[in-house]
């Protein structure tokens, strides 16, 4: 089991950058799929990007590709997400999500995850 903890969130305007980290418990983080969803009021979770056991593969959301990055350094037992040129539309709280899984896969659907964080919250001011 793996507990997950988000930070890194805020107040910016568009245009501006935040990198939001996941920091992980346990030795087996390189055992984990992660991935970064976010939810915006009255709305449903969303997918946001993911990455796989060794950070070698990774995949985003039509609407932040080329703007968020995410990584991982398994050595700290940490996640990141980059995100630049941030939007309004990009205002949510964001949530860290891993699962156990065989190398070199990757997962975009929530339920597919079964250990989250508590969420951060990111708001982009026009």
């Known amino acids: 089991q793996v507990q997950l903890e988000e930070s890194g969130g805020g107040l910016v305007q568009a245009g501006d950058f935040l990198r939001l980290s996941c920091a992980a418990s346990?030795?087996?983080?390189?055992?984990?799929?992660m991935g970064w969803f976010r939810q915006a009021p009255g709305k449903e979770r969303e997918f946001v990007a993911a990455?796989?056991?060794?950070?070698?593969?990774?995949r985003y959301t039509d609407s932040v590709k080329a703007r968020f990055t995410i990584s991982r350094d398994n050595a700290k037992n940490t996640v990141s997400l980059q995100m630049n040129s941030l939007k309004p539309e990009d205002t949510a709280v964001y949530y860290c999500?891993?699962?156990?899984?065989?190398?070199?896969?990757?997962?975009?659907?929530?339920?597919?995850?079964?250990?989250w964080g508590q969420g951060t919250q990111v708001t982009v001011s026009s």
């Open positions: 999500a891993g699962r156990r899984s065989p190398l070199g896969t990757f997962y975009v659907g929530a339920s597919d995850y079964p250990y």
């Open positions: 346990g030795r087996t983080f390189s055992s984990y799929a």
């Open positions: 990455i796989t056991r060794s950070g070698g593969t990774t």
